[in-house]
């Protein structure tokens, strides 16, 4: 996570539309495209393509592993070394685009999936290659959740309807624009989990219904006010629902171990599914100072962040940061050249003027951690315990399962630590044995 201070909130009323993106000579598409599976290629260097195709996968055969296509037709040029937005190196397919379309520009007809078992949806699912971006740092193949999440009775599928960073707006975009396909991939996806009910997270500004929509199950629309941040993450989520629904509600048993998602991923379901078609391109937001205007474009994976800056008009300054999916809660990437993968939702070019200085040092104990933090912890002495500075006293050791990651005690910290970050990691290290954190952190 790179947090940057002085982001300001993007208008969502400017954008009309979203833009479809250039057709590139050349593709480098990288077959990490989660954080679940670890690919191997299935075509060598010469060996020609359709768009479509499949060309690298997990092993096994399990409706949960990962699957990358070919986002155009073509030849494989090469097989290459890439570094992705996320810092991390894989093999990558070098695809020069030719041939013939498969699926661009021709008409497509929407299947009939209604005779579909849930194990039959699940396997539809795994098959496209949709990968879940709730978590953005953390994206996984949808089919692997919902086998997971089929099982138990009484689930509760939670869709967010826009962006847990303010600085980005892809999910709120697409929101915008494709509510009804969104809306239809959310009731899919709750068929193949067998979920009792439906949770919509809107925000107060948008005008949606569940009246409107013809669900198979119930659905409800919740609205939060996300001007107040954090608004878009589990802990914060569970909380409006269980205070706006009421203590007698069924839906005030929302909890963080119900399957969460959000509207990019249930359009890619619908669109996918419902059409037969491999996922293989993206909506991603594109901003910054260093571009003369900002879009939504809809792009192939394996597209360079260099080429969205060139669809947005060129730079009109020299980028000293490219940040992906969010100035709280994205990453830096490393190159112009690294390329779009099924998690990128938005990239962020930035000038020397918002690079905040980066140096590290010791903690000064100024409160700003505790002053932000909205779960009311106390980062620093968190922070401090994990790294084997201090020895926290047990109820201390026991709130680090309170924090949501929201990234606001980075943002204030003027000692740039990754209190975040370590909180996360020490999370996630001890997520299954959360009952005796204490005792097995010191």
Same mark, same amino acid.
């Given at each position: 996570?790179?947090?940057?201070?002085?982001?300001?909130?993007?208008?969502?009323?400017?954008?009309?539309?979203?833009?479809?993106?250039?057709?590139?000579?050349?593709?480098?598409?990288?077959?990490?495209?989660?954080?679940?599976?670890?690919?191997?290629?299935?075509?060598?260097?010469?060996?020609?393509?359709?768009?479509?195709?499949?060309?690298?996968?997990?092993?096994?055969?399990?409706?949960?592993?990962?699957?990358?296509?070919?986002?155009?037709?073509?030849?494989?040029?090469?097989?290459?070394?890439?570094?992705?937005?996320?810092?991390?190196?894989?093999?990558?397919?070098?695809?020069?685009?030719?041939?013939?379309?498969?699926?661009?520009?021709?008409?497509?007809?929407?299947?009939?999936?209604?005779?579909?078992?849930?194990?039959?949806?699940?396997?539809?699912?795994?098959?496209?290659?949709?990968?879940?971006?709730?978590?953005?740092?953390?994206?996984?193949?949808?089919?692997?959740?919902?086998?997971?999440?089929?099982?138990?009775?009484?689930?509760?599928?939670?869709?967010?309807?826009?962006?847990?960073?303010?600085?980005?707006?892809?999910?709120?975009?697409?929101?915008?624009?494709? +509510?009804? /396909?969104? $809306?239809? &991939?959310?009731?899919?996806?709750?068929? !193949?989990?067998?979920?009792?009910? =439906? @949770?919509?997270?809107?925000?107060?500004?948008?005008?949606?219904?569940?009246?409107?929509?013809?669900?198979?199950?119930?659905?409800?629309?919740?609205?939060?006010?996300?001007?107040?941040?954090?608004?878009?993450?589990?802990?914060?989520?569970?909380?409006?629902?269980?205070?706006?629904?009421?203590?007698?509600?069924?839906?005030?048993?929302?909890?963080?171990?119900?399957?969460?998602?959000?509207?990019?991923?249930?359009?890619?379901?619908?669109?996918?599914?419902?059409?037969?078609?491999?996922?293989?391109?993206?909506?991603?937001?594109?901003?910054?100072?260093?571009?003369?205007?900002?879009?939504?474009?809809?792009?192939?994976?394996?597209?360079?962040?260099?080429? +969205?800056? /060139?669809? $947005?008009? &060129?730079?009109?300054?020299?980028?000293? !940061?490219?940040?992906?999916?969010? =100035? @709280?809660?994205?990453?830096?990437?490393?190159?112009?050249?690294?390329?779009?993968?099924?998690?990128?939702?938005?990239?962020?070019?930035?000038?020397?003027?918002?690079?905040?200085?980066?140096?590290?040092?010791?903690?000064?104990?100024?409160?700003?951690?505790?002053?932000?933090?909205?779960?009311?912890?106390?980062?620093?002495?968190?922070?401090?315990?994990?790294?084997?500075?201090?020895?926290?006293?047990?109820?201390?050791?026991?709130?680090?399962?309170?924090?949501?990651?929201?990234?606001?005690?980075?943002?204030?910290?003027?000692?740039?630590?990754?209190?975040?970050?370590?909180?996360?990691?020490?999370?996630?290290?001890?997520?299954?044995?959360?009952?005796? +954190?204490? /005792?097995?952190?010191?």
């Amino acid at each position: 996570m790179t947090v940057f201070s002085g982001f300001y909130a993007l208008k969502k009323k400017a954008y009309k539309k979203p833009v479809s993106g250039f057709i590139p000579k050349t593709l480098v598409i990288p077959v990490a495209q989660d954080k679940l599976h670890r690919c191997r290629l299935l075509v060598n260097e010469g060996d020609t393509v359709t768009e479509g195709q499949l060309i690298a996968a997990s092993a096994g055969f399990d409706a949960g592993r990962s699957m990358v296509y070919a986002p155009l037709p073509g030849v494989v040029e090469k097989i290459v070394q890439c570094t992705g937005p996320d810092g991390k190196t894989s093999d990558a397919v070098k695809l020069k685009f030719q041939g013939s379309f498969r699926y661009t520009g021709k008409k497509l007809l929407e299947r009939d999936l209604s005779a579909l078992s849930a194990k039959q949806l699940i396997e539809e699912i795994g098959e496209r290659g949709i990968v879940n971006t709730f978590v953005t740092d953390k994206p996984v193949p949808l089919a692997a959740e919902l086998e997971k999440y089929s099982s138990p009775p009484n689930r509760i599928l939670v869709v967010r309807l826009f962006d847990d960073d303010p600085s980005r707006l892809t999910d709120a975009l697409v929101s915008s624009f494709f +509510l009804k /396909e969104v $809306c239809a &991939g959310a009731d899919l996806c709750a068929q !193949a989990m067998n979920a009792e009910k =439906i @949770i919509f997270i809107k925000s107060k500004d948008f005008n949606a219904d569940e009246k409107i929509f013809n669900f198979s199950r119930q659905a409800r629309f919740f609205s939060v006010d996300i001007k107040q941040y954090p608004a878009g993450f589990k802990k914060e989520i569970c909380k409006a629902v269980k205070k706006l629904a009421g203590a007698n509600s069924k839906l005030a048993g929302i909890n963080e171990s119900d399957l969460f998602t959000d509207s990019s991923t249930m359009y890619d379901l619908y669109r996918s599914v419902g059409f037969g078609i491999p996922l293989t391109d993206k909506f991603v937001h594109v901003s910054g100072e260093c571009v003369p205007a900002s879009g939504m474009i809809q792009v192939r994976t394996g597209v360079t962040l260099r080429t +969205l800056a /060139e669809q $947005c008009g &060129g730079f009109i300054k020299k980028p000293r !940061a490219v940040i992906v999916n969010g =100035i @709280i809660t994205g990453e830096s990437a490393e190159s112009l050249d690294a390329p779009v993968t099924k998690y990128v939702k938005s990239v962020s070019f930035l000038p020397a003027s918002r690079i905040p200085r980066q140096l590290q040092s010791v903690c000064i104990r100024c409160g700003n951690c505790r002053r932000e933090c909205p779960c009311s912890l106390s980062p620093d002495v968190l922070y401090r315990h994990v790294k084997g500075i201090i020895a926290a006293e047990s109820p201390y050791v026991e709130s680090l399962r309170l924090c949501s990651s929201c990234g606001t005690c980075n943002a204030v910290c003027p000692a740039r630590l990754p209190i975040c970050q370590t909180i996360a990691a020490y999370n996630e290290a001890h997520e299954e044995n959360k009952e005796d +954190l204490y /005792e097995s952190s010191i």
